[in-house]
């Protein structure tokens, strides 16, 4: 422990540390967080995957054309977060949104906003409140309603360029730490914050920090878990590929509390943007005297290096990710090792999520009151999520902790498609359970999720519509987590097998009202001796599926019916006779030949052969295609129409 | 913890106190204070692993269940094991366990025998085409396997996993196959010069007599019948069991000295004592149940006997019968009498059964059988009076129904007569045994029963057994079978002076106890109480991993005209089906059995049913590895405990396991899949001991001793290195071989590198090889082909020495010219060298064009080697068909469409037409095998005169295959027999390799584009009918090297091309 140095010393450490930071900053460099005009494209996989890459061209060549090549910057940046809008443009300093853009967008959007200062009307954002165009990105609903701290810097800096971070008073939280020199303070702050580690398990890190510096052990680790392997969740990977400084400098200030000289920076291969990013953010540190020995000439000094593994979602359990980088099978080590007395290489280690870490910057620079000034009852601070599912907004969104359910998916989300109602959430991706519309108002915190039965999990929030079945649901949940599952001990590896066998039957129409009890048998059993969490997420959409979703389960047992008329084995397709006009394109499209009928006759569907893979309804332009639950009637209502999603 | 380690601590397990120390965990703690915890994944000595989960206990002011092997004790920590809440956790991941464990501790169908036949191994034997072993493996229980393969009720069946997945495996039909299919033998022991009397012929005597002859002591049969058999021959028609069947399998009896003596009846003729004072050393009485129980049935005497019935048609007196009959009874005499009366001529027969269909104590095999024939049932009917006509001829048969009542016993229903119109009654109902007349001679129960022991069939009067029908009442032929072998069992042990007293004693107490017990008990038992007890199996609840294969079904007379004659309407397996059959069998034995910690904690936990396991629940199948001499895997027994990954890598170094995979279907296996061998492995056993269950055996042969084949020993010492125990040394011999070994693979070729043959082509790897085999300077003739214009592309020359190019078909007339003159010029002392001549041909330019130089050359004893790399077609034109095309192979001139599938010719046997010749040496050899190769073609160019080498050369153009598969498939061709290994020398047939195992065909051909249509659906038949090519000739091959007896191979399967 270091010992307490005067007054005088410490000042012009301090000084020293703070001049050291100066240094390393050059201001000339910045390219997005600066005041120069610079036009802002979002780089994230939604954005890129919508065709960012094709815009970039189009805008370097309008640029060029316009003579602005080199004056008017175009800044490739990490994920906006309005992914369901993108690709997405911004100019800055003005901060004019132009959502979806297209190539053909281009030539309008530079001839009025760049060379002129106008706006183009027909292409900006429109409040889908008031159907009115927003031109300034905070003015947008969808940003408006957030609280932006770690995110504040995703979607401004340049990810590769350290001088963006810099500028936006990157690595002063560390400057501060290290002047301050009192690793305890650190702690202290952090426990005073309230910070409960993001990843789900919400261990309170400030508690994690001191017993890791306080477990005797030759030195110690601290490790960055970005293993992010829930299907849904897309945070970990936008921080790393959006901010990896943000990220760095938090494992460097854990390091600095909990006294380690060695770091992982733990993703997956196959986030390759990101291991990319944060390699070049690592050189530029590590060139800045920010990350090695004798980081700002403060004597601390801590080697980061980043683990890309080959990522399985067994990875995220602490103690399986410290065996990956042992170089061992990523098999938990069980609930009686202790990562803070026995981590990586035998040492006290402690780990903590990507979102934990990039929280550390923010909470160093505005203090433990500032962070703690929002959140639940339990836990203080913003919690980012990613909105995904059939929810109109989807995307990356900051709310305090607290906020409710319903704010989140209705309010920023923005609720579901047109036409479409919403049936359930799954709050914190595929282990964290699923919970009905009713039960919306559930504040988004770590105890009072569990009171529903459900978990934060991940962070991954996906919004179900009545176009989905729970029993589908449940069963890609279940084919996930029996897949993902390490093998290691036998509640999981052959009871979520056996769970997933139950609901294939029920999904096929063979349940019986015993596999009822026999679920419930096999969650007890797997959820009090799975080996380690995997196993008890695999039980949560089970549970919370029997206890709000019973009814649907039971028309599946009972009734051979799906009410979403969506498992395969249960629904019938057939054609009305009335509104088929016999325009031969699902006759074309059927891949089995089982739609037969002259041309403007009405079709016919051979059910014998009907594979029922929705096509004929997908092509059909008069929604003559009609899919209903093919059960056992048992009075009542038809079962809704054409419920299943197009895709 | 690691501060206070040694501390002590004093806890509670269980209620009682127990003093443990700082670090110790309560998995530890308990097993010190002798509470057992149950634990898979434990391993004494090593870290916690945590992955069982079966070590879970109950701790005070914990809300979940704890591990014990992570849970350190601390002091005053309340610890329960074995609380309900603890014991249906454990049981709940047994049931995971177990369904996913594709295994079976021990076969039901054994169990189910009466007399506890080993079929499992029976089968194996049969899928293996061993009929001879099968059939001896059988008669260790059964000695008539062809007998009650026709006739048994097959208890066997209806317990048979098999029928879990589909349908049961028709073991009976099979054990009759075996019988068909092999001699019957009988071997006995030297004899003991103790002599033992048997009264009854019958099945029990039968098989009573077949084991003391086996034993050794002279036995003399008596029965009252003139011929032996018993009810086998006196009840049972001869459309079920002919009597040439009977006599042949009696038939071994009679060789090995067992004398008959005909009618002489117990009681009357003959008696126990009588014979015990004449000589005899023991007597066994087993003279069945003959006569008919009184039946309650007014008018009785109208009606026939249905035994009486059965004997009149087996001894000739066919009384004909017309109208209807009825039969009284649903047992098997009654069926039997039902189908004789539809053959004598009757009508109609109905059968008033007093059962439901799916109960008639016949069973379902014969009730089918007689159903098909066209007889009609009264099931739950009773017979109460037979009317009659004025002359005294039954006219009807008045009957009640019967229907089960509360407590499953028969009850009538108040006005529920009915009758049954027939003209002749045949009552069959029950038969006991006939011994009023024995009554002075031996003890009775009051049943009217003889009194024996149920183990040993001992009788209350000394040297007197007894067994069989006349013991128990009238039973199956298998029953009396079980208690004939018992008998002579024990006669023989009585015979050497051994306790039987004690023994029934024992056994009887044995019956008593828990199965795990008897498990572990088994071994005190000795080994005749071994082969007499009874154990009672707890049969676990698993999961099955195989996939549905249909029932084969007995060949049978169609039901339409079986009515017109006595013939045998079942027609028995043919081989091949039998074979396809026996595969079906799971083989649901371990050799864990009783050592398997699974195995016990589920019959602890009594996971006798298992909610987990359903028709469509998912089991790891793992194919069983036993590459290695002394460790064998089958890793579908494997529970993922990881103790052999941690054992082999912690403790004993190598590291061969580890997990691959992911999620349920994760395994345990070697790196890269490969053999244990290939992974370090240093034998030392350390997996095996660590293995909670059957999935790591010790191999039961490692005893053995082995013997080097010299002729395949590449001399590398590899063997000596690793030997663990140091039972192989080097010596002076060895060493000397293995520097002329290593001396010739350092040598330079003849034939240059750089050469264009294609990548993958066996033909330069031949020549290299062939090359090898001399050190004298080599004149190479080669005709046109891949090899001529691909090693002398002018101005270039791969060939070192002497090399003559000549036309397609000339290289043998060519070659034997340039031997001419060299001999010429030796004469005349121009030369003074040696030289050595080889023409190297393809099987193109060999077989077919140049056949007729090839022979002359062979005829006129020129001193040449002639070498033909054998690719199977003329390659370097476009794959044409050659003589050497094996059938079914496509080439451009054999083609594969519509009409044809590939040639349809045989393949010439060129080897077979030089050794015609006479040649010296003759000999077929494979590019895989260098050593046997060189070793080859060394003593075809030492030998004086034409020799003639016949080479694999795999072809990856011709055969589309990878050119890095081609030494694989050629090892893969001698394997498969296809292309065998031998030497024909001076006319003495040698076969340089034999092949462990046979492989199959199929598979090689499969990696064969050429061969690919064989695999479409319809052309079976040609892949069965090269198959059968090759199958015959490795036969032949192996009766001309004497491995066999000429004649083995039956003519009917003979192979004609």
């Not at chain 2, 031996?442 to 009788?459: F, K, N, P, R, V």
Request: hydrophobic residues 35%.
């Amino acid at each position: 422990m270091a010992t307490k140095k005067t007054s005088a010393t410490s000042g012009d450490r301090a000084a020293k540390i703070h001049a050291a930071l100066e240094k390393a900053h050059r201001p000339k460099a910045v390219r997005g967080a600066g005041e120069r005009p610079h036009i802002s494209l979002c780089g994230g996989t939604a954005c890129d995957a919508s065709g960012a890459a094709a815009l970039r061209e189009a805008l370097r060549d309008e640029l060029e054309k316009h003579g602005l090549a080199g004056k008017v910057e175009i800044v490739e940046s990490g994920c906006h977060g309005f992914c369901a809008e993108g690709p997405i443009m911004v100019l800055r300093p003005q901060g004019i949104f132009y959502p979806r853009v297209k190539p053909r967008d281009i030539p309008a959007i530079v001839e009025t906003s760049v060379v002129g200062d106008g706006v183009v009307e027909e292409l900006l954002y429109r409040d889908p409140a008031t159907g009115e165009p927003v031109a300034d990105e905070r003015a947008i609903p969808f940003y408006a309603g957030q609280e932006r701290r770690v995110l504040a810097d995703l979607g401004t800096v340049d990810p590769t360029c350290i001088d963006d971070y810099l500028a936006r008073d990157g690595y002063a939280a560390l400057a501060t730490v290290l002047a301050d020199d009192d690793p305890e303070g650190v702690i202290a702050e952090v426990e005073a914050a309230g910070l409960r580690g993001r990843g789900g398990g919400g261990f309170p890190t400030g508690k994690k920090w001191r017993l890791c510096r306080e477990n005797p052990g030759e030195r110690r680790y601290v490790v960055c878990n970005g293993d992010e392997g829930d299907p849904g969740a897309f945070l970990d990977r936008s921080l790393l590929e959006g901010d990896p400084h943000a990220v760095i400098e938090g494992v460097l200030i854990a390091a600095f509390a909990v006294g380690a000289t060695e770091a992982y920076i733990y993703t997956r291969q196959d986030y390759a943007p990101a291991v990319e990013r944060l390699k070049t953010a690592l050189d530029q540190a590590r060139e800045r005297r920010l990350v090695g020995e004798d980081i700002l000439g403060s004597g601390f000094g801590c080697e980061v290096r980043v683990f890309a593994a080959a990522g399985a979602y067994v990875c995220g359990e602490s103690t399986a990710l410290v065996n990956t980088i042992e170089g061992r099978r990523s098999m938990p080590r069980g609930h009686h090792v202790r990562l803070v007395e026995q981590g990586l290489f035998d040492q006290p280690t402690a780990v903590n999520n990507v979102e934990t870490m990039a929280s550390l910057p923010w909470l160093i620079r505005h203090g433990a009151e500032a962070f703690a000034s929002v959140g639940g009852k339990d836990a203080k601070g913003t919690k980012v999520l990613s909105l995904t599912g059939g929810v109109r907004n989807s995307g990356l969104v900051e709310v305090p902790l607290g906020t409710s359910l319903r704010e989140i998916v209705v309010g920023l989300g923005g609720g579901v498609a047109e036409g479409r109602t919403l049936k359930a959430v799954q709050p914190g991706g595929q282990s964290g359970g699923v919970l009905p519309a009713d039960e919306l108002d559930v504040r988004y915190d770590y105890e009072s999720l569990r009171e529903t039965g459900a978990r934060m999990c991940t962070g991954g929030v996906v919004v179900v519509d009545d176009g989905t079945c729970i029993v589908d649901l449940t069963l890609f949940a279940l084919r996930f987590m029996a897949a993902e599952s390490c093998g290691k001990c036998v509640p999981c590896r052959v009871g979520t097998r056996r769970m997933l066998e139950i609901f294939e039957r029920i999904s096929t129409g063979d349940g019986e009202p015993e596999d009822i009890g026999r679920l419930e048998r096999l969650c007890d059993d797997i959820e009090e001796g799975a080996l380690c969490e995997l196993g008890a997420g695999a039980v949560r959409p089970v549970r919370t599926a029997l206890r709000y979703f019973r009814d649907e389960i039971d028309a599946h047992i009972l009734d051979k019916r799906c009410p979403a008329c969506v498992c395969r084995s249960l629904i019938r397709y057939t054609i009305s006779r009335h509104d088929c006009t016999g325009c031969h394109a699902c006759y074309g499209a059927c891949p089995v030949q089982a739609v037969s009928g002259d041309r403007k006759q009405p079709h016919r569907i051979d059910q014998r052969l009907c594979i029922k893979c929705d096509t004929c309804r997908q092509v059909c332009k008069f929604d003559a295609v009609m899919v209903k639950s093919a059960g056992v009637r048992t009075g009542g209502k038809e079962p809704a129409l054409a419920g299943r999603r197009s895709s | 913890m690691s501060t206070t380690t040694g501390t002590t601590v004093k806890l509670t397990i269980d209620g009682k106190a127990v003093t443990s120390r700082h670090g110790e965990t309560v998995l530890a703690a308990a097993k010190k204070a002798g509470v057992e915890i149950p634990a898979l994944c434990h391993q004494e000595g090593m870290a916690p692993w945590a992955a069982c989960r079966l070590c879970l206990v109950e701790i005070e002011g914990e809300d979940k269940l704890q591990t014990a092997c992570t849970t350190w004790v601390e002091d005053d920590m309340v610890v329960q094991t074995d609380t309900e809440r603890v014991r249906a956790r454990r049981a709940s991941y047994l049931r995971m366990y177990l369904s996913d464990h594709d295994s079976y501790c021990e076969a039901p169908c054994s169990h189910a025998c009466p007399t506890h036949i080993d079929i499992p191994a029976f089968l194996a034997k049969v899928e293996q085409g061993d009929y001879a072993g099968a059939a001896a493996t059988v008669r260790e229980d059964l000695p008539f396997p062809g007998v009650l393969g026709r006739v048994c009720p097959r208890y066997c069946e209806p317990v048979c996993r098999r029928g879990e997945v589909d349908d049961p495996v028709a073991i009976c039909a099979l054990h009759r196959a075996a019988g068909d299919h092999a001699p019957a033998v009988l071997t006995s022991e030297p004899a003991t010069g103790k002599r033992v009397a048997v009264i009854g012929a019958g099945p029990s005597g039968l098989s009573c007599a077949w084991y003391l002859a086996a034993a050794g002591h002279e036995v003399t049969i008596y029965d009252r019948n003139e011929k032996p058999g018993g009810m086998l021959r006196y009840s049972i028609p001869h459309f079920r069991l002919p009597e040439e069947v009977l006599d042949a399998e009696l038939q071994p009896l009679w060789d090995a000295g067992v004398r008959f003596v005909d009618s002489l009846a117990l009681g009357v003729d003959i008696t126990p004592y009588g014979l015990l004072q004449a000589g005899f050393d023991a007597v066994f009485v087993g003279v069945g149940a003959w006569q008919t129980a009184t039946p309650r049935i007014e008018n009785r005497k109208a009606m026939l006997d249905g035994l009486e019935l059965l004997r009149d048609v087996n001894e000739g007196k066919k009384a004909a019968m017309g109208g209807t009959v009825a039969v009284v009874g649903d047992g098997i005499v009654a069926l039997d009498a039902a189908r004789t009366a539809l053959r004598l001529g009757a009508r109609k027969v109905v059968v008033i059964a007093g059962h439901d269909a799916d109960a008639v104590e016949a069973g379902q095999r014969d009730l089918q059988a007689a159903r098909e024939e066209g007889i009609e049932f009264e099931f739950l009917a009773e017979a109460t009076r037979i009317k009659t006509t004025k002359t005294g001829k039954p006219s009807s048969v008045e009957c009640v129904r019967v229907e089960p009542g509360e407590d499953g016993k028969l009850r009538k229903v108040k006005g529920s007569t009915f009758s049954v119109r027939a003209g002749t009654v045949v009552a069959a109902l029950s038969y006991v045994p006939d011994v009023d007349e024995a009554r002075e001679d031996i003890t009775l129960t009051s049943w009217g029963l003889i009194e024996a022991d149920h183990y040993t069939g001992q009788t209350q009067d000394e040297g007197v057994f007894a067994s069989g029908d006349a013991v128990t009442g009238a039973k199956s032929a298998i029953h009396a079978i079980a208690g004939g072998k018992r008998a002579a069992l024990s006669i023989d042990a009585w015979l050497r002076g051994e306790d039987l007293d004690k023994l029934q004693s024992d056994l009887a107490l044995f019956a008593g106890l828990p199965y795990l017990e008897q498990l572990r008990d088994e071994e005190k038992l000795g080994e005749l109480g071994r082969a007499l007890a009874e154990r009672s199996p707890v049969w676990l609840k698993m999961g099955i991993g195989a996939e549905s294969a249909d029932r084969r079904h007995m060949p049978a007379v169609a039901a339409s005209k079986r009515a017109q004659d006595f013939h045998e309407v079942e027609k028995g397996f043919k081989r091949k089906t039998a074979q396809a059959e026996a595969a079906r069998c799971l083989q649901c034995t371990c050799p864990s059995l009783g050592d398997c910690e699974l195995q016990k904690l589920g019959v602890e936990y009594g996971i006798t049913e298992n909610e987990l396991v359903t028709q469509n629940s998912l089991v790891r199948r793992v194919d069983a590895r036993h590459e290695h001499p002394f460790i064998h895997r089958d890793m579908s027994r494997c529970v993922s405990c990881g103790s052999c990954i941690r054992v082999c890598r912690d403790v004993a170094g190598p590291a061969c396991y580890d997990f691959s995979g992911r999620g349920f279907l994760m395994e345990v296996d070697t790196p890269y899949g490969e053999s244990l061998q290939l992974a370090d492995c240093i034998t030392c056993g350390r997996c095996v001991t660590a293995c909670p269950t059957g999935a790591l055996t010790f191999n039961t042969r490692a005893l053995q001793s082995y013997t080097t084949d010299e002729s395949r020993c590449i001399m590398c010492g590899e063997c000596v290195d690793v030997c663990p125990a140091d039972a192989l040394a080097k010596t002076s011999v060895f060493e000397e071989a293995r520097q002329q070994w290593h001396n010739l693979i350092r040598e330079k070729s003849g034939l240059a590198g750089g050469h264009r043959m294609c990548a993958g082509c066996g033909a330069p790897i031949v020549v290299r090889q062939v090359l090898m085999g001399t050190d004298d300077p080599v004149v190479v003739a080669a005709s046109t082909g891949c090899l001529e214009v691909s090693t002398t592309i002018y101005p270039y020359t791969s060939w070192e020495g002497g090399y003559i190019h000549t036309a397609f078909e000339n290289a043998a007339a060519t070659l034997s010219g340039v031997e001419t003159a060299f001999r010429a010029l030796k004469k005349q002392g121009k030369i003074e060298d040696n030289v050595k001549f080889i023409a190297f041909g393809g099987d193109g330019g060999t077989y077919d064009i140049g056949l007729q130089s090839l022979s002359g050359a062979m005829e006129r004893g020129h001193d040449m080697l002639y070498v033909c790399y054998d690719n199977g077609a003329y390659m370097n034109t476009g794959f044409q068909r050659s003589g050497a095309t094996p059938p079914g192979a496509w080439t451009t001139t054999s083609p594969v469409g519509k009409a044809k599938a590939g040639k349809e010719q045989s393949r010439k046997d060129l080897t077979q037409i030089m050794i015609a010749h006479g040649l010296r040496y003759v000999a077929q050899a494979s590019p895989h095998d260098p050593r046997d190769l060189v070793r080859k073609a060394a003593k075809a160019l030492a030998t004086e005169g034409p020799t003639f080498l016949n080479i694999l050369a795999p072809c990856p153009r011709g055969w589309r295959t990878d050119g890095a598969d081609s030494i694989s498939l050629a090892r893969e061709a001698v394997n498969t027999c296809y292309w065998p290994l031998y030497e024909v020398e001076d006319g003495v047939y040698r076969i340089t390799y034999m092949p462990k195992e046979k492989l199959p065909l199929a598979p090689w051909l499969k990696k064969q584009g050429r061969f690919r249509h064989l695999f479409k659906p319809g052309n079976e038949h040609l892949l069965e009918r090269v198959q059968e090519w090759v199958d015959y000739n490795w036969e032949v091959l192996l009766q001309k090297s004497r491995i066999v007896d000429v004649c083995e191979l039956p003519p009917d399967e003979r192979f004609v091309p």
